[in-house]
Nanobody, 126 residues
Framework: QVQLVESGGGSVQAGVSMRLSCVASGRTASINVMGWFRQAPGKEREFVAAMRRSSGTSVADSVRGRFAISRDVVKNTLYLEMNSVKPEDTAVYYC????????????????????WGQGTQVTVSS
């Protein structure tokens, strides 16, 4: 089993930068992919970014150039750097992980992830 705990959310003004963190615990050595998804009120869960343990990163078109995903292997922590945030970035951000190694095109599919965190709220005001 893997446990994921997100942090770093909050209420901010548009244009600022934020960094979300996701700490993984449990059987972390078995994780092959980790990613970020978000869900705004009344909308479907949306892929944000993901990276595989070995290599390969995927970032959604809607945030490419503003958001970046990274990890600290020693700390078992996944990060999401969010720059120039916009009101449309307002959502609950979820961290996800899975033991299987997906092909790049499948990294954006929520049903490919078995483990999920509780989420952290990000609210961006104009």
């Amino acid at each position: 089993q893997v446990q994921l705990v997100e942090s770093g959310g909050g209420s901010v003004q548009a244009g600022v930068s934020m960094r979300l963190s996701c700490v993984a615990s449990g059987r972390t050595a078995s994780i092959n992919v980790m990613g970020w998804f978000r869900q705004a009120p009344g909308k479907e869960r949306e892929f944000v970014a993901a990276m595989r343990r070995s290599s390969g990163t995927s970032v959604a078109d809607s945030v490419r150039g503003r958001f970046a995903i990274s990890r600290d292997v020693v700390k078992n922590t996944l990060y999401l750097e969010m720059n120039s945030v916009k009101p449309e970035d307002t959502a609950v951000y979820y961290c996800a992980a899975d033991n299987r190694r997906p092909i790049l095109s499948a990294m954006s599919l929520a049903d490919r992830y078995e483990y999920w965190g509780q989420g952290t709220q990000v609210t961006v005001s104009s």
